[in-house]
């Protein structure tokens, strides 16, 4: 994935108490212009198994690296996006995608689109959409369209170091795509996908 990481990372933080051990986290950007349009909080988890040759972040590949995503963590990053001079939020990681990441993840996005309309909402995957996201893999679980029909942007694709190029904007490699999935025809064509897999199942 093609994120970038700047001195004002904010490391993830100890919480007491937590009964959602199941997601870790590695950083929290709270004022990143580096991934995405305008200026964004980013939110790094833990875990990618995708381990890209030359990859930006590799101590996220570890699931248990950072802290525990705790509803306390949303709460901090739902405060971080309200400022009017915020125009949303990142997911990098680490790989959103994890199907160990998946569930969690859809349900902080919802939180952010009830309570923060007006945020873009953009996403790094090492996945490419048509391969691993909509088709039968072990990517896919049962809250993946969820989490799809939620994100904006989606940056797909792994980062591949023989076609690293520095001059493009918001990504890593040139085989990685910038995916305006809610405000393009290819979300018509997720969801005809989508149907065409559905209705293949048992
Ligand atoms: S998908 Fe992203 S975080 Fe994972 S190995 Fe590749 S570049 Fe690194």
């Known amino acids: 994935m093609p994120g970038v990481s700047t001195s004002s990372t904010l490391r993830a933080t100890p919480f007491s108490a937590s009964d959602r051990a199941d997601v870790n986290y590695s950083a929290i950007k709270p004022c990143d212009i580096a ?8 939110l790094f988890v833990s875990g990618c198994t995708h381990h890209c040759k030359g990859c930006f972040n590799p101590s996220t590949w570890d699931f248990a690296a950072g802290e525990p ?4 963590v949303e709460e901090r990053i739902l405060s971080l996006l309200a400022p009017d001079y915020i125009q949303g939020l990142s997911l990098l990681g680490g790989e959103p995608f994890e ?3 998946q569930a969690v ?7 952010v689109r009830e309570r923060l309309p007006g ?4 996403c790094y995957t090492g996945c490419v959409l048509e391969q691993d996201l909509l088709v039968p893999t072990r990517w896919r679980t049962a809250v993946t369209d969820d989490l799809l029909s939620m994100i ?4 797909d694709g792994p980062f591949i170091e023989s076609l690293k190029d520095i001059s493009l904007p918001f990504r890593g490699s040139s085989n990685q795509r910038i995916l305006h999935l809610r405000t393009t025809a290819l979300c018509a064509t997720m969801f005809s996908t989508r149907q065409r897999f559905r209705t293949s199942e048992p």
Do not use: Q
């Not at 991934?35 to 980013?42: A, I, P, Y």
């Not at 904006?152 to 940056?155: P, W």
């Open 99 to 101: 199907p160990e990441n």
């Open 105 to 111: 993840l859809a349900t902080f996005v919802r939180r």
């Open 69 to 72: 995503f705790t509803p306390e």
């Open 152 to 155: 904006d942007v989606l940056v």
């Open 119 to 122: 945020k873009d909402i953009w």
């Open 35 to 42: 991934n995405g349009e305008g200026v964004r909080v980013s």
